[in-house]
């Protein structure tokens, strides 16, 4: 099959006008390397971001989404693509500080591809956990939108970002004083993949496997918080062994020197990149 078009997908941490400057020229250097028709950028902080991405990857058109947090996503289209884009603001769950989602439509050799791009809400605790949740069903619903809207044909769904999938940490006491052991349940990351894949199967639609099972780290942890979700019927390079997107950056390296100093230049998260191939 050939390429209909690639994407890369990349939380690239506070990526903002204060900093050194030579950040921002790793990060769009690392992006003109990938070469992708379309790029997504997460957690997008300062007005002139966008200035230095038009002049580092030229031919391509922007669009950012717009709430009342500090962090938005940033897309960009090459200029082979033909793709309308729009704001979805049901994906901020009903809170005004989530982040909406940015939905892209593309056309290519006369079919329609949908592309919902979304930045869920962090941490273990039951609100961070019960917005993810609101927010993948709306994603997992929304297929039907598009269903309905462009009925009887199965629609070409992709979901995909930082779905922050780091589980439930429910602390509910202590087996004694203060200091001492907390009672608590753990819904663990796993779970929560798992029920992205439980929950996408029913939709028709599954998490697309990775070169690496990882792709943010911190000082002391590492997680899976990155993931593309398509419709099953559609098909994606193989990256060997079966994987369909290829995880860049630190997880790549071999050494946890080479890893750390990665992160520093770049972001803690890696890039995901994808071909989507032609129906």
Known sequence: MAKAFSVASWNVEHLGDEGPPERMA????????QDAD??????????NVWRQLMDGL??????????ANAQEILLGTGSGVTAFVTQKVEFSSRDAYMRPGALMSI??????FTLLFLHLASMTDPRGFGLRQDMVDRALKFKRAVVDAIAPQEPNFVFLGDLNSMGLDYVYGQEGGPGTTLLRDRATAEHEIGRLAYEGA???MRPLTKT???TWRSNTMTSNLDHVVAANHLHFRDFGGGAEVSV??????????????WITRFSDHALLYFDVQEI
């Open 26 to 33: 790793n990060v769009v250097q690392f992006l003109q390397d």
């Open 38 to 47: 379309v790029i997504a950028i997460y957690e997008v902080e300062g007005k």
């Open 58 to 67: 030229p031919g391509y058109s922007w669009f950012i989404t717009e709430g």
């Open 107 to 112: 056309r290519h050799a006369g079919h329609e």
């Open 202 to 204: 029913k939709a028709g």
């Open 212 to 214: 690496h099972d990882v």
């Open 248 to 261: 860049r950056g630190w997880p790549a390296l071999a050494t946890e020197e080479a890893q750390r100093d």
